[in-house]
C-alpha cells in the first residue's frame, strides 16, 4: 500500500498536450447576448488586447531607457503608466473569456496581431519615446470608440462599460500626462 502512495505522489508532467478550444472559437454561455454580439466583443477586445499589451511593454522598454534632464520623473511617470496598462490587460483578456472566447497571450502572437508600430531595439531620445507612446495610445483610444459604440449597438453593455470605464479613463489621462511633457518649455528661465 505505501508504495501505491508514493507514486500517486509523483507528478505526472509528461502528457499529451491538446487543445480544448480552438481561438477564434465561442463557447456557449448563458450571458443573454447573441453570438454575432460576442463575436464582434472578442474580436475588437482581441485587438485591443494586443496593442494594449504592446503599449505596456513599450512603456517598460521607454522607463528602463529613459534619460535627460527629467529622468527621475519621466522613469517614475512611464512605470505608473505601465503598471496601470498591465491592469488594462488583465481585465480585458477576462472580459474576452468571460464572453466566451479566447484571448490573445503569447508574445509571438502579439507581434502578429498589434497595430502599434515596432519601435527600435536600440534607445531613442526622449521626443522620440514619448511620441511613440501617443501614438500608441491614439491607436488604442480609436480602436475603444469604435469598439464601445460597436458593443453599444449590439447591446454589449458589459464590453462597452470596460472600454469606456477603464480603456478610455486610463489612456486619456496617460496622454495628458505624456503629452505635456512634449511642451516646449525652458527648464531654467533666464530673465535679466
Known amino acids: 500500500m505505501a508504495k501505491k502512495q508514493a507514486r500517486a505522489a509523483q507528478p505526472q508532467y509528461q502528457v499529451d498536450y491538446r487543445e480544448i478550444q480552438p481561438f477564434g472559437t465561442l463557447k456557449k454561455l448563458p450571458l443573454a447576448l447573441e453570438d454575432n454580439a ?19 511593454d513599450l512603456y517598460k522598454k521607454h522607463h528602463w531607457q529613459m534619460s535627460g534632464a527629467t529622468f527621475y520623473q519621466l522613469h ?9 496598462q498591465a491592469e488594462l490587460v488583465d481585465m480585458i483578456a477576462e472580459r ?14 502579439v507581434a502578429e496581431a498589434t497595430k502599434i508600430p ?7 531620445d526622449v521626443p522620440s519615446q514619448l511620441a ?21 449597438e449590439a447591446g454589449d453593455d458589459g464590453t462597452n462599460d470596460l472600454l469606456v470605464s477603464n480603456v478610455i479613463r ?23
Open 118 to 124: 515596432r519601435p527600435p531595439k536600440g534607445r531613442e
Open 96 to 109: 474576452i473569456m468571460a464572453l466566451g472566447g479566447i484571448s490573445i497571450a503569447m508574445a509571438p502572437d
Open 170 to 192: 486610463t489612456n486619456e489621462p496617460q496622454v495628458w500626462f505624456i503629452a505635456e511633457h512634449l511642451a516646449e518649455t525652458a527648464l531654467v528661465r533666464a530673465d535679466r
Open 38 to 56: 460576442r463575436t464582434q466583443s472578442v474580436a475588437t477586445l482581441n485587438q485591443i488586447l494586443a496593442d494594449t499589451m504592446t503599449l505596456r
Open 132 to 152: 511613440r507612446l501617443l501614438e500608441a495610445h491614439e491607436i488604442i483610444l480609436r480602436q475603444a470608440h469604435e469598439g464601445a459604440d460597436a458593443a453599444d
Open 76 to 84: 517614475l511617470l512611464l512605470d505608473k503608466h505601465y503598471e496601470e
